[in-house]
């Protein structure tokens, strides 16, 4: 969750390079991982306050922070 919204914190401030480097690292260390839309998930845990949800992508072991709006509920 902290990375997660490290990254975000980098976006806000339109620091492009940066982001474009955390994001790039977390994917490499597994920390991030990009997913394609429609891409089925399961939703591990919630920050509700926050609007953030923890999810599982379907067939996958990690879990990963992300806002609530990115999931769409089907």
């Known amino acids: 969750r902290e990375y997660y919204e490290r990254l975000v914190g ?42 953030l949800v923890q999810i599982r992508p379907s067939g996958a072991l990690g879990r990963y922070w992300t806002a609530r709006e990115n999931i769409a509920s089907r």
């Not at 690292?25 to 845990?45: F, Q």
């Open 10 to 51: 980098l976006a806000v401030q339109g620091d492009r390079e940066a982001f474009n480097k955390g994001m790039l690292g977390g994917v490499l260390s597994g920390v991030c991982m990009p997913l394609n839309e429609g891409a089925p998930v399961y939703i591990e845990d919630t920050a509700l306050f926050a609007g």
